[in-house]
């Protein structure tokens, strides 16, 4: 069964610092793997995702993630975050159809 | 709007009782997927629809749970006997084919059972 492990539970980072939150997935085959979030009052929504080619992916906002095979790691980075970036950050591993998702990190940025 | 759309948004019942939380997916989409979401926890797999059919419904927790989608389209999620471990925020999300497992939520449905 995949599982996905997310390694921090609540960050609390000041405005232009940078961002850096793990994420470790167990599946060892081929496996399309997703960085979500969701804004208070949100749902759910997709910032990126990795399927194939260059490991790194960059999405919406300035975020990118760095795919690294022999760690089974997907980790999700920002060189500058904003106060904007409040929110609750979810990465997911899918394997034949189904997602799994991690726990979430809690972000937090104090203007 | 063009999104997937869950009713109700909320839902407050008493133990025991049939709950049913319904979901619209986006239009064209043809797999269909259900979560569960408890506090300080990520989603939770219970059962994905490829069509009208369900793909994988490994994740219902126990045969309270049943969730159908006789057309295809809108998905029905049912509980029944309700009990206060229920409790938690029902999430549905549709995807354009199972192919790249790219997710697409609603709000989601917040049940409390009493």
């Known amino acids: 069964a995949q599982s996905v492990s997310q390694h921090n539970h609540h960050v609390i980072l000041s405005e232009a610092a940078s961002l850096e939150l793990g994420c470790n997935y167990s599946y060892g085959g081929t496996v399309n793997l997703f960085w979500y979030v969701q804004y208070p009052g949100q749902h759910l929504q997709l910032l990126l995702k990795?399927?194939?080619?260059?490991?790194l992916v960059k999405g919406i906002k300035g975020f990118e993630a760095e795919f690294i095979k022999s760690k089974f790691s997907f980790n999700l980075r920002k060189p500058s975050v904003q106060w904007s970036d409040t929110a609750e950050y979810f990465c997911?591993?899918?394997?034949?159809?189904?997602?799994?998702f991690g726990d979430g990190t809690t972000l937090t940025v104090k203007p | 709007g063009a999104g997937v759309s869950q009713t109700p948004s909320n839902k407050v019942t008493e133990k025991g009782k049939y709950v049913e939380l319904r979901c619209d997916p986006i239009?064209?989409?043809?797999?269909l997927y259900w979560y569960r979401q408890s506090l300080g926890q990520g989603p939770e797999f219970l059962i994905y629809f490829q069509g009208t059919g369900a793909a994988d419904d490994s994740g219902l927790p126990n045969d309270r749970f049943f969730a159908v989608r006789p057309e295809g389209s809108v998905s029905t999620l049912k509980i029944q006997r309700t009990e206060r471990g229920d409790s938690a925020v029902y999430l549905c999300a549709s995807s354009s084919g199972t192919d790249t497992g790219e997710l697409f939520f609603g709000e989601g449905s917040r049940l409390t059972v009493l």
């Open positions: 990795y399927f194939s080619g260059d490991p």
């Open positions: 239009s064209g989409h043809t797999a």
């Open positions: 997911a591993s899918n394997y034949a159809g189904k997602s799994t």
